[in-house]
């Protein structure tokens, strides 16, 4: 037996629910498998239904976890259990997921990022061990298995679960899709944060390799007071850095970093090309855009990684908008390129993008 798919369990940042339904009827449209979304506002879980139910490994593969962009998890529902009992949750839970006839290689327990639902931490620390050993009693759970699809358990609350799949490597590999990540004692601001996560998010093992090597050259346009040039700046990269505003006394005190008082959008480097251009401006999104495509295509700089700070309503098209202008730009030339683009844990109103010349 297969497990069949109801449709989508999609996670995201309370507020962001009508983009997360947006991609998934994107998606789902697109793959011959329409539905409706399901949501509340401000909840942080979209339940994306489909029409009619269909393989479940079909559904993953018409919409990759790399390529979605609000959802910081996504997982396909196949099954749904409510008013669990209290006395013994646990019998029903394990039973319905036997039913499923799916071996796992872990299970991931997750709620939505809501403080109603933070409260739910306790009970799951507690709960989950059993659960798990009953289904490696049973060989439906197999640890050693790393090939093995996930299982999902997203809790409303203690009585009800949603019954989630993702293909091994296919979903967020954090909890809920947070990226808890230490604050470092001497960086200029939060917005550090951001880079560091979309370091991780954003780019494979291999490409954090070979370009956040010490002696490397990286261009923070939009860089005070210095959380992006931070990063950089710590792992040995010289960094030049472009605001009319000022940068932290601590890190010009590395020597890794020089300040230039100049406007993003017309300062240019004096090197034919640098490894790394960053942008964290707040402007229009289609001219920041413009600006990192320009750079990136023309081959000032090897890759990029962006903010784009979406307006209140259509943030969806005017993403759309955005990639858009960056697939226009590299036409020109014929070139070829990678996009990656995430709504991150330490982003609010804006997303993130990671660009390169492929």
Known sequence: MTATAKGYLLLCRPGFENECAAEADAFAQSAGIPGFARTEANSGIVHYVFHEVCDWQLAAEAAPFTRWVFPRQRSIWVERLKDLPPEDRATPLVAAIVALGQNVGRIIAETADTNDAKELGGFLKRFIPHIERALQAKHILRPKKDDLPSLHLLFKDSSQVDLGLSVAGDSSPWPMGIVRLRMPRNAPS???????????????????????????????????????????????????????????????????????????????SNRKSVEWLVCDMVEQPTR?????????????????IFNLKLPMKKRFEELKRCRQIIDARFKQHGDSYVLRVKHLYHDREEVTAYLARS
């Open 190 to 268: 939060r917005s550090t944060l951001k880079l560091a996560e979309a370091f991780e998010v954003l780019m494979t093992e291999e490409e954090r390799k070979n370009s956040l090597r010490a002696g490397l050259h990286a261009v923070d346009l939009g860089a005070s007071p210095g959380g992006w040039s931070f990063q950089f700046a710590e792992r040995g990269l010289h960094v030049s850095a472009i605001d009319n505003g000022p940068l932290a006394d601590s890190l010009l005190a590395t020597g890794m970093v020089e300040h230039f008082q100049a406007d993003g959008f017309t300062w240019r």
């Open 288 to 304: 920041i855009a413009q600006l990192v495509a320009d750079w990136t295509a023309s081959g000032r700089a090897r890759r990029c």
